[in-house]
C-alpha cells in the first residue's frame, strides 16, 4: 500500500521532458506581447485605403422587418394567386397572399414603389433599390445582430464603431457614432457596441426625445460637479491610468476608456447645442413633421404598436441631419413597429405613414444642403416578410427582401437583385448581409478585407470570412 518514494529522475531526462514546457511557455510569451503590441493604445483612424464616395452614413433602422412585397417589389404574379397554395420549396408552406396595395412608377426613372409611401416616392431618381438581399437566420434578435454586427454567434463590433475606428473623428467635441432611440430587447447594446475595438468607437446612445421642448440627454451634464471640478477628476483618473499604462505597456483598454471619458467632459460644450431644434426654421419642422403636421403619435396616424410616432420620428430624423452636419460619421435612427404578424392592411399603412414624411424631408434636406453626395443613406430591416398569409399578417423571411441606399456614389433611380415572381427568396443579384457591409466600406474608401483588428488570434472584421463588393449599383 505504500510504495515508497518514485524513483529519482536522471538529469538527462528531467533536462529532455522539461524542455517542450520551457518552449511552450516561451511561446505564451511571445504571444502575449504581440497581441498587446497589436492592441495598442487609441486606435488611431486607420484612413481610407483609396479615395471614398461617401466620408459618413446615416442608417434609418426599421426594426422588425418591413414587409418588401407590399412596399418596394411589386408582385404582379402574387396578386394573381392570391388565396392559392403556396408552390414548394424551404419555407413556402401556406396560402399566397397577394399584396392590397398598389404599386406605382415614379421618377424619370420609372421606379415602382407602394402607394404607401408617397412622399418618399418624390425622392425615387434618388434611392437605389437593394431587391436581391438575404441573411442567414429569420429570428429577430440574430438577424438583427447580424445586420449590424456581421456576425450573431461572438459579441463583434458593430458597424457604426467599425466605421468610427476606420475614418476617426471630424469633430473632436462630438462622439463619431450616435445611435438614436436604439432598440433596447432586440440585441441591446450589442447593436451599437465596439465590442474588442477601444471604448472611444462604441455608439452613444441618445433618447429619441432629444430636442424636445424640457428633453435633456441622459447623463450629458454631471448635475453635482461643473466643469473645473470636472476636469480635476479627470486629471486625477488620467494619472492613475498613466501609471496601470505604464504597469502594463501596450494595454489599449485603458488609453480608450480615458478617451472616452475625456470626449463625455468636451460634449458638455458642443452637444446641447447640436440637439437645440429652436433654430430650426417653422418650414423646417413641418416638412420634418416635428410640429406633429401629418400624424401624431398615435397607431392610426403614426407608427403601428411599438413604434414611434411621426412627430418624434420626424425629431429624430431632424437630429440626425444635424449631427451629420457636426461632423458624426454615423448615425442610426431606429423606428419600430414593424413585425407585421397581425392586421397588416391597417398596422403596415401606420408604420409607413410614421417614416415617409420625415425620410422625404431628410433627403432633400441633405440634398438643399449639399451632404447628399458624400453621405450614404441606408434604410433596412433586418429581413423581410413571406408572400404567404399568417392569419391576417405575414410571417419572418430570410431568404429575400429589399433594402435601399441613397447618396455616397450608388446609382439613383436604379433597382438591383429580383426575388421569384411570388418573393419568397432572391434569385437574382443576391447580396448577403456581408456584401452589403463589404459593398457600404467601399463605399467609404475601404477594403473591407484590411479593415481589421487583431483579436483572439485572428484579423477580425466586419465582414468576418466572407463579402463581395456590389460593384453593379456604384456611380
Known sequence: MNPGPPPPVPRRTLLRRAGHGLGAL?????????????????????????????????FLCMEGA?????????????SLDDGQPAPAGPGRAGRLFGSPFRFDRHGESGLEISELFPELATQADRLCLLRG???????????????????????????????????????????GFV????????????????????????????DGRAGAAG????DLKNPRRGLEAQRLQLDAIAGFGRATAHATPGDGAVDGLLASYELAFRMQAEMPEVLDLSRESADTLAAYRVDGAGGGRGTSEGMGPGGTGVADFGRQCLLARRLLEAGVRFVEVTAGGWDHHRDLKNALPASCRGVDGPVAALLGDLADRGLL???????????????????????HNARGYTTWMAGGGVKG?????????????AVEGRVHVHDWHATILHLLGFDHERLTWRHGGR???????????????LA
Not at 179 to 206: D, E
Open 26 to 58: 516561451a511561446f505564451a510569451i511571445m504571444a502575449h506581447e504581440e497581441a498587446r503590441r497589436q492592441a495598442r493604445a487609441e486606435a488611431p483612424a486607420r484612413g481610407p485605403h483609396f479615395a471614398p464616395r461617401a466620408t459618413r452614413v446615416l
Open 66 to 78: 418591413p414587409s418588401h412585397v407590399d412596399t418596394f417589389d411589386p408582385k404582379p404574379r402574387l
Open 133 to 175: 438581399m438575404h441573411t442567414d437566420l429569420p429570428n429577430h434578435a440574430q438577424a438583427f445582430i447580424q445586420m449590424h454586427c456581421g456576425i450573431h454567434q461572438f459579441p463583434r463590433p458593430s458597424m457604426g464603431a467599425w466605421v468610427h475606428y476606420g475614418l476617426g473623428s471630424v469633430n473632436e467635441n462630438l462622439p
Open 179 to 206: 445611435t438614436i432611440s436604439p432598440p433596447r430587447a432586440v440585441g441591446g447594446a450589442a447593436n451599437y457596441g465596439a465590442s474588442f475595438l477601444p471604448a472611444m468607437h462604441q455608439g452613444l446612445r441618445i
Open 215 to 218: 428633453a435633456e440627454v441622459a
Open 373 to 395: 453626395d458624400d453621405t450614404l443613406v441606408l434604410f433596412a430591416g433586418e429581413f423581410g416578410r413571406t408572400p404567404t398569409a399568417q392569419g391576417d399578417g405575414r410571417d
Open 413 to 425: 433611380g436604379f433597382v438591383h437583385g429580383a426575388t421569384d415572381d411570388h418573393g419568397f427568396e
Open 459 to 473: 484579423d477580425m472584421r466586419l465582414t468576418d470570412l466572407a463579402g463581395t463588393v456590389v460593384r453593379e449599383i
